[in-house]
C-alpha cells in the first residue's frame, strides 16, 4: 500500500488547519494511501518530519500550512536519496511557491488537487547550506521585510511588504556589493539585489515573469544606486513585472551566484532572514515533484 505523510501546522490558516484533515485522509485513502499524520509543534518539527517520510520511502509528502511550514518541508527533503512527491496546501498569508505553480490559494480548491496524477518537476535553489524555493534579496528592500508586524500580515497581506518597502524607499540606502555570477562579476553601490526562482514574492506575481519553475536558472536582477526618481520608476517595473528591461537594471541569468559585501548585510531567504554576507547560491535542476491540478 501507498504512503503519504501530512505534515500539519496547526496555528496556520487562523488555526483551521487542524478542521481539515479529515477531509484530506479521506481523499488519499480514496487513492489508496496509508496516511499519517504530524502535526509541527515547534520549529524545525516539519523538517524532521519529512526526513523521516524519505527514510521510511513515504510516496507522498503534504504540507499544510504557510511558506514557513513548506520551506522546512522542503529542507528536509532536498538531501535524502529518496524524495516523495509533495503535495501543496497553502495556509499562509503570501504563499509564493503554491502561486508560481497555480495551486489553488482557497483551501478546499487546493485540497481538491490532491485528487490529481498530475506532477512537476521543479528546480530547488541552494543558499549556502540550506535551501529556498522562490527570492533571495539583499539590499534595503529586503531589509525592510523584517519589520511586517503579523498583525499587518494579516490586514494587508501582501501589501504590507510594499507599505514597509516604500519607507526605505524614502530612505534611500544603497550597499557596497560584488555579484559574481558564473564568469562574470559586478561590483558597485546597490540599492537592491534579488535572485529569483519563481516568478513570485511577496505575494506579487510578476516580479520575475521570466523566472519559471524548471528552467534550471536563478535569475539576477541589480539595482544599482540610483536618484530618487529612477528608483521610484524601477519600484513601479517592479510592480508591473518590467523590472528586466528597466534602464540601469542589470539582470541575468546563471547557475551559481556569489555575493559579498565590505559591510555586514542579512539576507531575505523566501520571506525569512537568512545568512550575512557572504553567501553563495546554485540550482539543482528539477529536483522535487509537486503535485499539480
Keep these: 500500500m501507498k504512503k503519504a505523510m501530512l505534515i500539519v501546522n496547526p496555528s496556520s490558516g487562523k488555526e483551521e488547519a487542524v478542521d481539515h484533515v479529515e477531509q ?9 494511501y496509508e496516511v499519517e499524520v504530524a502535526q509541527t509543534e515547534k520549529e524545525l518539527d516539519a523538517t ?4 523521516n517520510a524519505c527514510r521510511g520511502e513515504f510516496d507522498l509528502v503534504v504540507s499544510m500550512g504557510g511558506d514557513g511550514t513548506l520551506h522546512e518541508t522542503i529542507n528536509g527533503m532536498v538531501d535524502e536519496n529518496h524524495r516523495p512527491h509533495l503535495g501543496i496546501i497553502p495556509l499562509g498569508t503570501v504563499n509564493d511557491f503554491a502561486r508560481a505553480l497555480d495551486i489553488p490559494l482557497k483551501v478546499e480548491e487546493a485540497i481538491d488537487v490532491l485528487r490529481s496524477d498530475q506532477t512537476k518537476s521543479v528546480d530547488i535553489g541552494k543558499f549556502n547550506d540550506q535551501y529556498f524555493v522562490n527570492i533571495v534579496a539583499v539590499g534595503a528592500l529586503a531589509e525592510a521585510t523584517y519589520e511586517v508586524t503579523p498583525e499587518q500580515k494579516t490586514k494587508f497581506g501582501p501589501l504590507a511588504y510594499m507599505m514597509e518597502g516604500m519607507k526605505t524607499l524614502t530612505q534611500h540606502s544603497s550597499y557596497p556589493m560584488r555579484i559574481e555570477y ?3 562579476a559586478w561590483e558597485g553601490e546597490s540599492f537592491l539585489f534579488l535572485a529569483a526562482l519563481t516568478n513570485s514574492a511577496g505575494g506579487f506575481e510578476k516580479l520575475s515573469p521570466e523566472a519559471k519553475v524548471n528552467d534550471g536558472k536563478i535569475h539576477g536582477y541589480i539595482v544599482p544606486k540610483v536618484n530618487m526618481i529612477r528608483l521610484a520608476s524601477i519600484v513601479s517595473a517592479i510592480l ?11 539582470y541575468f541569468k546563471a547557475d551559481h551566484i556569489r555575493i559579498t559585501s565590505e559591510e555586514n548585510l542579512v539576507t531575505n531567504v523566501d520571506g525569512e532572514e537568512g545568512d550575512s554576507l557572504p553567501v553563495e547560491l546554485s540550482v539543482l535542476p528539477s529536483h522535487i515533484s509537486v503535485v499539480v491540478k
Design 24 to 32: 484530506i485522509e479521506h481523499i488519499l485513502s480514496e487513492k489508496g
Design 240 to 250: 508591473r513585472g518590467g523590472l528586466k528591461d528597466e534602464q540601469d537594471v542589470e
Design 48 to 51: 524532521k518530519y519529512c526526513q
Design 182 to 184: 558564473d564568469d562574470k
